[in-house]
């Protein structure tokens, strides 16, 4: 069981509105490990889209993401990756 | 908090004027603390609390216009030799010249208030204890049922969201789902609201996020709700234990308080909403002194206390 951290920036113009929100807790719920987002002072848990969308992370912020668990490592990777991809966005917030 | 935001969000509400300048505006009230200044006005400082935002009344402003110059000077500058976060005068009164001169030059601010004393330190009490208050974010689903907070809790995907909808359905109250900001008001007391951002959405799996306000109106829905019973659902598992008398009354704490828990298997084909329901009744049923479970054990040790003297005189 393992817990890890990493601080993600949000590279996207839109920044996180619902449909990479979507890919996101889509790409955490594979995980049987526990994923939050943390925000300044406010951390939601990544497997609701809701929490997501409620941090309101908008271009240029830094979020940090702790996973908890058995896969942890395997979590973390994969949300860094989808997050260097902007979530298949381009600059127009298309994919 | 800053007594410039205080100042500039509350001023109608609490009928606040300046008699200090601007830059005293940037000193920070600390904590929920309101009270007198008491003997410090005398010059007893052994156990002044100076941290509290001190209100001047009648008076106190009466005795300090009493006072000669000479002492008048004194006991401002000692009670002004300490940090104090805050002073406000109210009943429209005005503080003396020399305690404004004073303020200013240590930076403390001095507000001034229309309201009564009494009034206003109580408004000021309660809206500086919700303000300090202990807070926590948590992942659940908040319902009022039958007048009962019930906190739906249980890992991601597991179904919190579609068992309160269900109870909405049913007439009941949604709260907040998903993300739950819950206070600590008092010492037992634990409170949950919705947050504006997320209003009363919901996320339903398959369906996606639905508008509960738009679908169900507005008795379906509230903005906070004291938090009475947690809900914990849970997979069913083999080899876990679940209650099945019920005279083990569990518990769990939220932000130190504690609250009575109940664990709920799912087992597909089983009707949780309606289990959601008993949950608010029971505790009602709790409140007002019958614990159904206790009961029904008593008579049972009652009926076997009987059988056993009839056999006994039997023989």
């Known amino acids: ?95 | 908090m800053k007594v410039a935001d205080f100042l500039q969000l509350q001023k109608d509400r609490f009928k606040l004027c300046l008699f200090t300048d601007e830059h005293t505006l940037q000193s920070q009230i600390i904590n929920n603390e309101v009270s007198r200044p008491g003997l410090v006005l005398c010059g007893f400082t052994e156990r002044f609390a100076f941290d509290r935002t001190l209100v001047f009344g009648e008076t106190e402003i009466v005795y300090l216009e009493s006072l000669p110059e000479e002492k008048l000077k004194s006991y401002i500058e000692i009670m002004c030799s300490f940090d104090i976060p805050c002073m406000v005068v109210s009943k429209g009164l005005e503080p003396p010249r020399l305690m404004i001169e004073v303020a200013n030059r240590r930076g403390i601010p001095v507000l001034g208030t229309t309201l009564g004393t009494q009034n206003f330190n109580r408004m000021l009490a309660g809206f500086l204890e919700q303000f300090f208050a202990p807070q926590t974010f948590i992942h659940a689903t908040l319902a009022d049922v039958y007048g009962v907070g019930l906190l739906y809790t249980g890992p991601s995907g597991i179904g919190k969201s579609e068992c309160v909808l269900d109870l909405v359905e049913r007439g009941h109250r949604l709260v907040c789902d998903d993300v739950v900001r819950i206070i600590r008001v008092g010492e037992n007391t634990v409170v949950g609201m919705m947050n504006e951002k997320l209003g009363h959405h919901m996320e339903i799996r398959g369906l996606g996020i639905i508008d509960i306000f738009r679908l169900f109106g507005i008795r379906a829905v509230r903005s906070r709700k004291r938090i009475e019973v947690v809900v914990q659902l849970s997979r069913w598992e083999n080899n876990v234990q679940y209650e099945r008398t019920g005279l083990v009354d569990l518990t769990t704490k939220i932000l130190d308080v504690e609250l009575p828990l109940v664990q709920v298997p799912l087992v597909p084909g089983k009707n949780i909403t309606v289990i959601g329901e008993v949950i608010a009744m029971n505790h009602l049923l709790k409140q007002k002194g019958y614990h159904t479970a206790k009961e029904f054990n008593r008579r049972l040790l009652e009926e076997m206390q009987q059988d056993r003297y009839i056999d006994e005189l039997s023989e």
């Open chain 1, 1 to 95: 069981m393992a817990q890890l951290q990493k601080e993600l920036t949000v590279l996207n113009k839109l920044g996180l509105h619902a449909r990479p929100a979507a890919l996101l807790v889509q790409m955490t719920n594979r995980f049987s490990s526990e994923v939050t987002l943390r925000k300044n002072d406010i951390e939601i848990n990544a497997k609701s889209i809701m929490g997501i969308m409620m941090l309101a992370a908008e271009y240029g912020s830094t979020l940090l993401v702790t996973a908890v668990g058995d896969d942890a490592e395997d979590a973390l990777n994969a949300i860094q990756e989808i997050f260097n991809r902007k979530f298949e966005e381009n600059d127009e917030g298309e994919e």
